[in-house]
């Protein structure tokens, strides 16, 4: 175990359903990531959080909309996603240089 | 740009023999490195790390890392490779000193036979 929680740990949902995925972690870390691991495409990064502010968006569609409370807990909001959103959700966090990673939530849109 | 290139998708071994898995990057200053391991439906975790000093690294599960820097690469190495060992192994590279995040390879696959 790394420290880092993620619920839940399986999702299915429709397009037009609107879901949460939620991460915790209590080692003290002042960043959290979010990122998509999709089949045969490297690991992308979406979205980071420092001190509960976002610090980074890499072009994420508006469809994930995420949020910070603190420095501990990271949210995921989905809604109206497509079928290729369908993938492995990590979170991460970090302190200085290593991430500790959940173990994902593995999504699966019809 | 900062980048990191696994160049193998798959790397095949005997148990018992050593294995290593490539990783060459491309930074403008000093590079900070990772290996991560991911085994089936599982997060990343983390193996090892070289930020400065020694340029052999050991980390977790018996697996080392040799940073050459006039070749630009950090190869992930195990003298005797377990079946335990397959998986899914991850490089990553982050610029000395920048508030940076990590940029991943693709990822090689392990493949231990026994």
């Known amino acids: 175990e790394t420290g880092v929680t993620q619920t839940p740990r399986h999702l299915v949902m429709g397009m037009t359903n609107k879901k949460s995925l939620k991460c915790e972690q209590h080692?003290?870390?002042?960043?959290m990531y979010w990122y998509k691991q999709s089949a045969k495409k490297p690991l992308e990064l979406m979205f980071v959080?420092?001190?509960?502010?976002?610090?980074e968006n890499n072009s994420v569609p508006s469809r994930f909309s995420p949020e910070c409370p603190n420095s501990s807990h990271l949210f995921l909001h989905l809604h109206t996603l497509q079928p290729e959103d369908s993938a492995l959700y990590l979170c991460?966090?970090?302190?200085?240089?290593?991430?500790?990673f959940g173990p994902g939530t593995r999504l699966t849109v019809l | 740009a900062q980048s990191v290139a696994q160049p193998e998708d798959q790397v095949n071994v005997a148990e018992g023999n050593p294995l290593t898995v490539k990783c060459t990057y491309s930074v403008s200053g000093n590079p900070y490195l990772f290996w991560y391991v991911q085994y089936p439906n599982r997060g990343l975790q983390f193996l090892l790390k070289?930020?400065?000093?020694?340029?052999l690294v050991k980390g977790s599960y018996g697996f080392e890392a040799e940073f050459n820097k006039s070749q630009t690469s950090f190869h992930l190495k195990k003298p005797s490779a377990l079946v335990s060992d397959s998986a899914l192994y991850f490089c990553?590279?982050?610029?000395?000193?920048?508030?940076?995040?990590?940029?991943f390879g693709k990822g090689t696959k392990l493949s231990v036979k026994p």
């Open positions: 990553a590279v982050r610029e000395w000193g920048s508030q940076g995040n990590l940029i």
């Open positions: 959080y420092n001190f509960k502010e976002q610090t």
């Open positions: 080692l003290g870390h002042n960043a």
């Open positions: 070289y930020i400065t000093g020694d340029n």
């Open positions: 991460a966090s970090s302190l200085y240089n290593e991430q500790f």
